[in-house]
């Protein structure tokens, strides 16, 4: 039971978190140019995975994850990330 309780728990922060990493850049949010207004939430959770599965610093879930997030969709998109 224990083990299920986390596991809810981590997908609820993820899920949150996704959902924070949309406010910025999903479309029509204020930052969605980077993403031509069309990110979705796929997308989204597939860089959350990737810095999950990379972790060198603890996931916070802020706005320095944020941008690690951002930084791994745009180089998937073969956008630059410097400049931003």
Same mark, same amino acid.
């Given at each position: 039971?224990?083990?299920?309780?986390?596991?809810?728990?981590?997908?609820?922060?993820?899920?949150?978190?996704?959902?924070?990493?949309?406010? %910025?850049? $999903?479309?029509?949010?204020?930052?969605?140019?980077?993403? !031509?207004?069309? @990110? =979705?939430?796929?997308?989204?959770?597939?860089?959350?995975?990737?810095?999950?599965?990379?972790?060198?610093?603890? %996931?916070? $879930?802020?706005?320095?994850?944020?941008?690690?997030?951002? !930084?791994?969709? @745009? =180089?998937?998109?073969?956008?630059?990330?410097?400049?931003?």
């Amino acid at each position: 039971m224990r083990k299920q309780k986390q596991a809810f728990e981590t997908y609820q922060t993820v899920q949150t978190f996704i959902d924070y990493v949309l406010s %910025f850049y $999903g479309p029509q949010q204020i930052y969605g140019e980077y993403f !031509d207004h069309n @990110l =979705k939430r796929e997308e989204v959770l597939e860089a959350v995975k990737l810095r999950l599965e990379n972790e060198t610093t603890p %996931f916070d $879930g802020d706005s320095v994850d944020r941008e690690i997030v951002r !930084d791994l969709m @745009l =180089k998937k998109r073969g956008k630059p990330v410097s400049g931003i």
